[in-house]
Every structure is written in C-alpha cells, then in structure tokens.
C-alpha cells in the first residue's frame, strides 16, 4: 500500500487533479477536506472530467475539484486481507483504489 500520494481539495482547480493524474498515470485523484487531514470526500477521474468539461463547455482552470467530484465503486480497509483487496480492485475494473479507516484516506492499493 502506498502511503505518499497526490491528492486535492474541493476548491482547488480540475486543472491540478489532470495534471497528477498525467504526471502519475493514473484516471482519478483522491479528493479530501484539507491535506493536513485528509478526511476522504471521494475522487476525480478523468472520465467524469472529460463529460463535465464537454457538457459545459468549460477550460479545466475554471472548474474546481467539488463540482467533479463523485464517489468510488468501491473503496478498501486497511485490515484486509491481501488478495481479498486485490479481488475488490478487480471487481471494480480497476489498477489502484483508495483505502479509508475511519473516514480518513491512509493510502492507495495499486495492482501489479
């Protein structure tokens, strides 16, 4: 489990989230309440970027994080077992989920 990562807060610019998310290679961004703290608040992923930005005709330095914002298929517990996390990752089609104890973000699962 990574436990250093990128992540944003609602009123920072999409434009912040795409360019983690370029410079990581990955589809989304953890989104939580301050970084200090980071109560997880669910993700951006560049899927739904892409259908907001299309839909309102907007630049991603003019939309914040908060109005992309959504919420994971899926998220994992530290506690769990390893191959019942990676099951989960593949269930949900992806290569990386968050994992969230007690409300917090502690990390991200990536699969090899």
């Avoid at 434009?15 to 410079?23: K, N, S, T, V």
């Avoid at 630049?59 to 996390?85: I, Y």
Wanted: hydrophobic residues 45%; negative net charge; charged residues 25%.
């Amino acid at each position: 489990m990574a436990k250093h990562f990128h992540c944003c807060v609602p009123h920072q610019r999409l434009q912040d989230a795409l360019e983690i998310m370029g410079e990581e290679d990955t589809n989304w961004v953890a989104i939580v309440a301050n970084h200090d703290q980071p109560e997880w608040l669910g993700w951006v992923t560049s899927h739904d970027a892409a259908v907001f930005l299309g839909a309102f005709d907007k630049r991603p330095s003019e939309v914040m994080c908060r109005e992309v914002l959504s919420a994971p298929p899926a998220t994992l517990d530290p506690e769990m077992e390893l191959n019942a996390a990676y099951e989960r990752l593949r269930a949900a089609g992806l290569r990386r989920l968050p994992v969230v104890s007690g409300g917090r973000l502690v990390g991200e699962l990536k699969a090899a």
